[in-house]
């Protein structure tokens, strides 16, 4: 980015944001990171999504405000307790941080959500102009989505982000160890499609979308979906080990529960505003992508 700017980020702590926080501040940006406990530093603000309260104070003259707060789809299983709170804390943290951007109207707020948007999409490719899918995420994106759009006079990003892929985190993350003993392989019947992103590439394309002149959803998702049987595949290879052990889909949804349903449900999932916008993936192909990230 050109200009350095004061960028006002929740959702610090997770995997993407403490990437993007490291990335802005070595380009030269001022970082303040919205806690929810009492701040102990000059670049925390503090704020409470549960009560719709932020310090507005402190958030006055931000350039950016970038919003990835809310609880982790895939941590645990999907109860009926879990669920509600996927769903609140996605609800009410973007409707409280709206309400903060109506007020401090920075120049651009972009706000998570992810490609869950479009549910079940089996072989056939799909565009942020395609409606929302029917199944539980896609009803929590919706929501999500509908939160961010109380903002009414700021250029508006919303985030339909893939799988994530670093070794340090997420889905990756947690198949590596498996991988790296010989033990991993195909998950289901390995024909479903997984639309991913490199962490490098994701925040990137972040920082892309803080300067270009986009609006709306804007799919993260590297050009080039894969199966699940080449991304094992792939992952194997870079590994240097077999991927011999196949993980049949029933032991998933007995293992996982409702969340077996994204491991083994197809989203393939385009990024046709992002490459409209100008960007270039570092990392367009899913073999060459695992080779370097392990």
């Known amino acids: 980015m050109s200009l350095p700017q004061r960028i006002a980020i929740t959702g610090a702590s997770g995997l ?14 001022t970082v303040q990171k919205l806690v929810r406990r009492p701040v102990i530093s000059a670049d925390e603000i503090q704020w409470n999504p549960a009560a719709g309260t932020v310090d507005l104070n402190a958030l006055e003259g931000v350039d950016a405000i970038i919003h990835l707060a809310g609880a982790n789809v895939g941590d645990k299983r999907w109860s009926k307790k879990y669920k509600a709170e996927i769903l609140n804390s996605r609800l009410l943290g973007t409707t409280t941080i709206a309400n903060a951007v109506n007020t401090v109207k920075p120049q651009v707020f972009i706000s998570a959500s992810a490609i869950g948007w479009y549910g079940e999409t089996g072989n056939r490719a799909v565009t942020e102009e395609d409606r929302p899918g029917d199944d539980f995420l896609a009803a929590v994106c919706k929501e999500w989505e509908a939160a961010a759009d109380l903002v009414t006079e700021t250029r508006t990003v919303k985030l339909r982000t893939g799988l994530v892929l670093d070794p340090t985190g997420g889905a990756l993350g947690k198949m590596l ?5 010989g033990l991993g392989g195909k998950l289901g019947n390995g024909k479903q499609w997984w639309s991913w992103i490199t962490l490098h590439d994701q925040i990137r394309a972040i920082c892309h979308l803080l300067e270009k002149p986009v609006e709306g959803a804007v799919n993260l998702t590297a050009p080039n979906p894969a199966t699940n049987q080449e991304f094992t595949s792939a992952l194997a290879r870079a590994l240097h080990r077999p991927a011999v052990f196949p993980v049949p889909g029933i032991a998933l949804k007995i293992a996982l529960g409702g969340f077996s349903s994204e491991i083994l449900g197809s989203k393939k999932v385009m990024p046709q505003k992002l490459v409209d916008s100008g960007f270039t993936f570092d990392y367009p192909h899913i073999a060459p992508a695992l080779a370097k990230l392990v």
């Open 177 to 181: 160890p498996l991988f790296r003993f």
């Open 16 to 29: 993407i944001g403490t990437a993007l926080i490291g990335h802005l501040k070595s380009e030269g940006h």
